[in-house]
């Protein structure tokens, strides 16, 4: 498909290649069965390939490409040629385009959940959510209008737009693979961009179909997509074509992005770790805070990381939460009421592995599990350390698995103090039957986004981000779009001729 340039000078898609539910149902099903880079609108695949491995199972899945400096070069010229064109396309067109993307996944969703389950281990009605999310926060994306700001200044008028970057880098993390890559590619393509996706090596398989998809809404270069090795992110980010890089991912390896992306200047977005606290006030009574701190077996950026109770009802607090957690299944993601798959990968298990090693060697108490079950698959029984010391690995650092650490306080004074006591800044709960005071304790959080009586809660049209090492910049909303842009100031003055 591509741009008609109008008589205007305006660019438009032409009719037959706007897709609207009535044609996107008319689409055969995608085939799962083989897997591509997709570079200027053709299904590529590559001389050597490699495979992820099924986490419940450790059964080899697909085999995808790896690409080569050389495909990445071609990706980079066929984004760079598709950019002035897509660019040009007017802004509704590209709603229209993107909201047709979302239209087409949602169609997919049954097989893209199943293969999500299959590669990633997370529990089909999580995997099915993730594909649900998805395709909101593009429709979200969509809906979203990119202000023209104006002024008057006696005989000027002052003019500020918005106007795309130029083509975008999205790199996208295993926990979450298929809605972190569409949030990338709506604002990337609504603002007028170009985008290459690099999925994880660890869950390949469905940003390639998804990508794969998206050819049948938007021009070749626009949206394309590479898999391979670990050389591949690194060929990305310094190259020299884009003009940014989004990046999900941990703070370890932000910070190498951000120091590649410098050579060039590019603009980086990077959505990095996090270290939440929940501070439970002693006025409530809640037993489902695990569900917060396990969902997605605890691989979540803002998944609960540290339990903050006040010390008057730590005990009673501390058995109901137990009991909570007991009565959370782990198994294979197809299994009947399973809760926990399991962890993604071979390395982010022996990684979850060594926090549980620190039970007996720093002689933790374990409140809940501390014993795992062994046998095949990267299984993880969730667990709860009751009251480590301050300075302990599982207080400071982020495990992104299922163990948590319970911790106490006393005063309002001193949970802010203990919840902002890290590095990180992503989010934060804070739970009482006070909301002046829950709003107060709030207020004092150094994290991007503050929930109070709630965690998880996550509005597409609303900015989303971490503060100190959680990251820079923003997705979603309007600072979202804004960050695949640069500003334009226009000083326009009338003279008379
Ligand atoms: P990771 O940093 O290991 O990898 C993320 C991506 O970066 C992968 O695609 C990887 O292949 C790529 N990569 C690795 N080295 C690179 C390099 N030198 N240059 C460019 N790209 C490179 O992270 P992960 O283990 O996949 O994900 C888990 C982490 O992501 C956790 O820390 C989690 O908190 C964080 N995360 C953050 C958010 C957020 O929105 N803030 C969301 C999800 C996950």
Known sequence: MTPVVTSDGHASLSSSDRKTDSSVSGHEPLSWVSFYNVINGNLETTKETRCSINPATEENNPQVPVAT???????????QKAFKPWAAVPYAERQKAVLAFADGLEAEKEAFSKFLTQEQGKPIHFARMELDAAVAWMRATAALELPVEKTNDGDKEIIVRYTPLGVAVGIVPWNFPILLATGKIAAAIVTGNTIIIKPSPFTPAGGLKLVELAQRYFPPGVVQVLSGDD????????????????????????????ESASKTLKRVTLEL???????????????????????????????????????????KFRDALVKHTKALKVGEGNE?????????????????????ADI???????????????????????????????????????????????????TDEEAISKA?????????????????????????????????????????????????QSGIGNEQGLAGLKSYCNSQTLYLRKISV
């Open 231 to 258: 050389n591949l992110g690194i060929w990305l980010t310094y190259h020299p074509t884009p003009a940014k890089i989004s990046f999900t991912g941990s703070t370890f390896t932000g910070k190498k992005v951000m």
């Open 360 to 410: 007996e060697k720093d002689s933790l108490k374990v409140a809940v599990g501390g014993k795992n079950p062994g046998g095949k698959g990267y299984f993880i029984t969730p667990t709860i350390i009751d009251q480590p010391a301050e300075d302990s690995r599982l207080v400071v650092e982020e495990p992104f698995g299922p163990i948590v650490p319970l911790l106490s306080f006393a």
């Open 69 to 79: 400096q050389e495909d990445v070069d071609r990706a980079m010229a066929a984004a």
């Open 420 to 468: 902002n006591n890290t590095f990180y800044g992503l989010g934060a709960s804070i739970w009482s039957g006070d909301i002046a005071r829950a709003n107060a304790i709030a207020e004092k959080i150094d994290a991007g986004t503050v929930w109070v009586n709630c965690h998880f809660e996550m509005d597409p049209r609303m900015p989303f981000g971490g503060h100190k």
């Open 273 to 315: 770790g996090g270290k939440d606290p929940a501070i439970i006030c002693e006025d409530v009574d809640i037993d489902d805070i695990a569900t917060f701190a396990f969902l997605n077996s605890g691989q979540i950026c803002f998944a609960i990381k540290r339990i903050l109770v006040h010390e008057k009802i730590i005990t």
């Open 336 to 356: 009947e009421g399973v809760f926990l798959g399991p962890v993604q990968n071979l390395m982010q298990f022996e990684r979850v592995k060594g926090f549980f």
